[in-house]
């Protein structure tokens, strides 16, 4: 059915992408303004490929130094130790608590690296035109929406600890250049997956004003 | 029978495009795209008393969380304890303006923002019609809370209070409780308050001519999709 598909677009109409409403395009080459809200109306997210793929490969690049650097430094008596995303997983583990273990693990890179492969695909699948299986990629999509935030887990665990770990001069915990990395990972793969436009998943002839 | 919640009529599906006519949708029920399964309408049953009910418990929870201790850390006969914004602070502090800031928008800015924002709405909408402005507030409001993380905070607060336990005793403070609470109602909000109910009580701009040119259009591509 999706080759038939009756949609807003063929009909040169939009769905205001603030409110929903169903608006008529003011002129072909300029789409206007919403009736009800007044914002601006976009056939689709306005260079919603590019700027997905910008952010994407701003993440990917991240995520080298957001594992490599140190996310906390401990200074215990003098000495200091530097501690990364899978140093900290590991602590976790032999410490005993392997679900929280689990927990950092997925949350940190697991979810982080999953979602830059799933929006690669997903932005490969639109260039290419693949067919079949919209379903699947519309859920893919919908998925590294819902859990992009919880990527934020090991941002949240550095800033308490170092927070709370001020008993100077016993011991002391100091944020690493790796949270800082670490943390634009997560907003640029969130703002990445919000940039691609769904709809785009599911367009099979081109978007452009029609004027028939 | 149950009460059916009418919406305009022909709309095109947020996740795909797809023209469809809605049917009317029972009250706590949900219309899901048939296409792509996006959800097109999840009218609650009752859409302003018990999403405004929350919302204000959740401000004053927030409040609560925000103003008391978090936990507190002893060793050695020392001691420290943190807020919310105390952890943003020391981030700052130790050379990291970037994060902090990050953590004070996810934790305080973003969720002070989105209930202020939803009290305002509901108590505006309570009364038909609507002021225009309710739009720009529900706006704000989607991206407020698209940036409010407590629930995945509360998580990284209980996974440093593990990491640390190994080195000094540490002891849970009211901030965590009212953290935890806060979480409970801010998911019973998220169950009860819809945005698209909220617009469909939006007064339009031009009163004069209540039913505007997206609208009839719309009727007319309505003609044209049920052909």
């Known amino acids: ?212 | 029978m149950a009460r059916m919640h009418q919406t305009a009529d022909i709309i095109a599906c947020p996740g795909c495009d797809l023209l469809q006519r809605l049917p009317p949708v029972p009250l706590g029920a949900r219309a899901r795209c048939p296409r792509c399964g996006e959800i097109l309408a999840a009218p609650p049953m009752d859409p302003i008393e018990r999403p405004l009910a929350l919302a204000v418990a959740a401000a004053i929870t927030f409040g609560v969380a925000q103003a008391t201790p978090l936990m507190s850390l002893s060793a050695v006969g020392r001691s420290a304890q943190t807020t919310i914004i105390g952890g943003a602070l020391e981030m700052w502090s130790q050379g990291q303006p970037i994060t902090a800031a990050l953590v004070l928008i996810c934790t305080t800015l973003a969720p002070g923002a989105y209930l202020t924002l939803v009290c305002t709405l509901l108590l505006a909408v309570r009364r038909p019609p609507a002021p225009s402005w309710a739009g720009a507030l529900l706006r704000l409001a989607g991206h407020a809370r698209a940036w409010s993380l407590p629930e995945v905070m509360l998580l990284g607060i209980l996974v440093a209070l593990v990491k640390i336990a190994d080195l000094a005793s540490v002891d849970p403070g009211v901030g965590l409780f009212a953290t935890g609470a806060l979480l409970a109602l801010l998911a019973g909000l998220a169950t009860s308050f819809d945005p698209r109910t909220i617009w469909d009580r939006v007064a339009w701009p031009t009163q004069d001519t209540p039913r505007g040119p997206g609208a009839s259009l719309a009727e007319h591509a309505g003609g044209t999709a049920a052909r």
């Open chain 1, 1 to 212: 059915m999706t080759g038939t598909a009756l949609t807003a677009a063929r009909q040169g109409l939009i769905s205001c992408g603030a409110c929903g409403l169903l608006a008529r395009a003011a002129a072909p080459a300029e789409a206007g303004f919403c009736p009800r809200c007044g914002a601006r109306l976009h056939r689709r997210h306005p260079d919603s490929i590019q700027q997905s793929w910008a952010l994407g490969v701003a993440a990917a690049v991240c995520f080298i130094p957001a594992n490599v650097l140190p996310v906390m430094v401990t200074d215990a008596l003098g000495s200091s130790t530097p501690d990364t995303i899978l140093g900290g997983v590991a602590f976790l583990y032999s410490s005993g608590s392997w679900p929280l273990a689990l927990i950092v693990l997925v949350a940190s890179f697991m979810i982080p690296l999953g979602k830059l492969l799933s929006m690669g695909w997903l932005l490969i699948a639109i260039r290419r035109g693949i067919r079949g299986g919209e379903r699947q990629r519309m859920r893919l999509h919908r998925i590294v929406r819902a859990v992009g935030p919880w990527s934020m887990l090991d941002v949240f665990v550095a800033t308490f600890t170092v927070a709370l770990v001020q008993l100077d001069p016993l011991m002391s915990v100091e944020p690493g250049l790796g949270v800082l990395f670490f943390a634009a990972v997560v907003v640029l793969t969130m703002l990445a997956a919000e940039s691609l436009d769904p709809r785009l998943l599911w367009d099979r002839d081109e978007i452009e004003p029609r004027h028939d």
